[in-house]
């Protein structure tokens, strides 16, 4: 079997949606919607191995640190695991007063019983009642006529609606799903609907909640937010109805699909952390929420520790979250390319000195902290960075903010070792290279031993101090306008040493009052080579002095 050359034969377009002057192409999302985690029911039935109790426990336990206030718990008539799971979390005490379980049903009288059962006692709790009703599923799944799938729904409600008065001590929701909504008649989705609302009788104190399924992904978001946008329109007593999205990721735009639903009118959003579940997976929740969040918008979950959410999340589910995956990703707060690398770090000086507190970084849409990530894994470096890269990561690990001339002069030693190992380079791997090429520590020709500095009647400075030289102590000095050029002075007087220092620059490493000091210094050699020292000390002044003896050990 191949590709065939002719799809039409095969697949048909879906349909476009008849809304003239829609709305929601013009609409922003201003507000956080309900949120739904289906991670306990529709995660876990998409996992090769399900969650156990513990594991169903310390998910419960994160989903209510992050702040999610409606949590799908299970499929209670599934099985006995399912059951007890629930059972035990209302037993215990476990739910918040403030957070909904919710469990889910299929539209058949014992299933319905058992899931009430499995909730009494609880303060409040949604029972999520489903039947599919798209031609597909009517005529290949189940054989029906529309009649009798809508008598399916109706069926269901009356029995909600029985069970709850048996258990008059929980404030019970409902909510009813015309699965496989997004390929069914609009018109047909909104008769069903309408049959539960005239048995169920919501009101705006105490609406139901309508979910919109995109089973299967089977359109380009735009038609989903169509189908969205007409079904509010047209849903009598909408005012008593929570309208809520929950998108599959077949095609790729789940999030997308329930981004564009919103703006369509809907209130809540179904989904998982991370985007597990069948096939390709639920909407991400996590990715949603932050694309909010970059926006202005509080999504009212707190991911200040994304990374402890996704240790937890890949413990339970087993499954480990993509390297790319947004906003949690390892990679995604990485920039490898050198041009990246240097837009970023740009960025972050700008940041720097603005004088508000707008995030505006070049390919960075939401600040690294926000999410408890730190800075350092901003810029990796390997064969394909540039100057700007390896000057961030010695910057990150050890202070030293290089002068631009001196970046370019390093990263050609950086380069080197990075093709010559084929691999990315560690910051040590960096640091070392530094080290080397700048001559900071181990034996060096020139050793700064001792050094004083006084002024001579004519204003010049005299620089006068013991330098070791390979392994023997002299007494030096000389004399300069300055401190940079007595030293220098004094190594061509002492040693014959010819350097015309081209550029200095220095800085604090770090804040405090016992910070140390890190100078640089440009020199040009009489040859036309140019060679740059660096020096570090407790005291600024001896590492200038320092700086110009590792130029000179360079020569």
Same mark, same amino acid.
């Given at each position: 079997m191949t590709m065939l050359k002719d799809p039409s034969v095969k697949y048909r377009p879906f349909p476009q949606i008849n809304l003239p002057e829609r709305q929601w192409p013009g609409r922003t999302i201003t507000k956080a919607p309900r949120w739904l985690s289906t991670d306990l029911r529709d995660g876990n039935q998409a996992l090769i191995d399900p969650m156990g109790a513990e594991k169903k426990t310390r998910f419960f336990d994160l989903l209510v640190k992050v702040g999610l206030k409606e949590i799908e718990v299970g499929f209670p008539a599934a099985g006995a695991t399912e059951f007890d799971f629930i059972r035990g979390l209302v037993d215990s005490g476990r739910i918040p007063d403030d957070v909904l379980v919710q469990v889910l049903t299929q539209s058949r009288q014992d299933l319905i019983e058992r899931s009430f059962e499995s909730l009494a006692g609880a303060k409040a709790a949604i029972v999520h009642l489903y039947n599919a009703?798209? =031609? /597909?599923?009517?005529?290949?799944?189940?054989?029906?006529?529309?009649?009798?799938?809508?008598? #399916?729904?109706?069926?269901? @409600?009356?029995?909600?609606?029985?069970? !709850?008065?048996?258990? =008059? *001590?929980?404030?019970?929701?409902?909510?009813?799903?015309?699965?496989?909504?997004?390929?069914?008649?609009?018109d047909f989705s909104l008769e069903c609907c309408e049959a539960v609302m005239g048995i169920l009788q919501p009101t705006p104190e105490r609406p139901i909640i309508? &979910?919109?399924?995109?089973?299967?992904? !089977?359109?380009?978001?735009?038609?989903?937010?169509?189908? #969205?946008?007409?079904?509010?329109?047209?849903? =009598?007593?909408?005012? $008593? @109805?929570?309208?809520?999205?929950?998108?599959? &990721?077949?095609?790729?735009?789940?999030?997308? @699909?329930?981004?564009?639903?919103?703006?369509?009118? @809907?209130?809540?959003?179904?989904?998982?952390?991370?985007?597990?579940?069948?096939?390709t997976g &639920?909407?991400?929740?996590?990715?949603?929420? /932050? &694309?909010?969040?970059?926006?202005?918008?509080?999504?009212k979950l707190d991911f200040s520790d994304i990374d402890e959410v996704i240790q937890t999340v890949e413990y339970c589910n087993q499954l480990k979250v993509a390297e790319r995956h947004p906003y949690g990703g390892e990679l995604v707060f990485t920039a490898f390319s050198g041009s990246h690398q240097d837009a970023i770090k740009k960025g972050f000086t700008a940041q720097e000195q603005r004088n508000d507190?707008?995030? !505006?970084?070049?390919?960075? =849409?939401?600040d690294p902290a926000d999410l408890g990530r730190s800075y350092e894994a901003v810029i990796r470096v390997n064969s394909q960075s540039g100057k700007g890269g390896f000057a961030w990561v010695i910057e990150q690990d050890q202070g030293l903010k290089l002068p631009k001339r001196m970046q370019a002069d390093f990263s050609r030693h950086v380069q080197e070792l990075a093709d010559e190992l084929g691999r990315e380079l560690q910051a040590d791997d960096i640091w070392s290279v530094f080290q080397k090429v700048y001559r900071l520590g181990g034996p060096q020709r020139y050793q700064l031993i001792d050094w004083d500095e006084g002024r001579t009647a004519d204003?010049?400075?005299?620089? $006068?101090?013991? #330098?070791?030289?390979?392994?023997?102590? *002299?007494?030096?000095?000389?004399?300069?306008?300055? /401190? #940079? $050029?007595?030293?220098t002075a004094t190594l061509k007087d002492s040693f014959g040493l010819d350097l015309q220092v081209r550029d200095y620059a220095e800085h604090s490493l770090g804040q405090s009052s016992e910070a140390r000091a890190a100078a640089y210094v440009e020199c040009l050699l009489p040859d036309g080579r140019v060679i740059w020292g660096v020096g570090i000390d407790e005291d600024v002044a001896t590492a200038s002095v320092r700086a110009v003896l590792s130029a000179a050990n360079g020569v």
């Open positions: 009703v798209s =031609p /597909l599923w009517r005529q290949v799944v189940f054989g029906m006529e529309q009649h009798e799938i809508r008598a #399916i729904a109706e069926n269901g @409600a009356k029995v909600l609606r029985d069970q !709850a008065a048996k258990y =008059p *001590q929980t404030q019970w929701h409902f909510e009813y799903s015309p699965e496989t909504f997004s390929t069914a008649e609009l309508f &979910n919109l399924p995109a089973t299967v992904e !089977a359109a380009t978001p735009n038609i989903y937010a169509d189908q #969205i946008e007409y079904f509010c329109r047209n849903l =009598p007593n909408r005012e $008593s @109805a929570v309208i809520s999205l929950h998108t599959h &990721n077949d095609r790729g735009t789940g999030v997308a @699909a329930a981004e564009l639903g919103l703006m369509a009118g @809907a209130d809540r959003v179904e989904g998982c952390l991370f985007g597990n579940g069948e096939r &639920n909407c991400c929740l996590v990715t949603v929420g /932050l &694309n909010l969040y970059t926006q202005g918008v509080d999504p507190e707008l995030w !505006a970084v070049p390919y960075l =849409p939401i204003g010049t400075r005299l620089f $006068s101090g013991k #330098i070791g030289v390979d392994g023997q102590e *002299q007494t030096v000095s000389g004399r300069g306008n300055g /401190l #940079i $050029s007595s030293v």
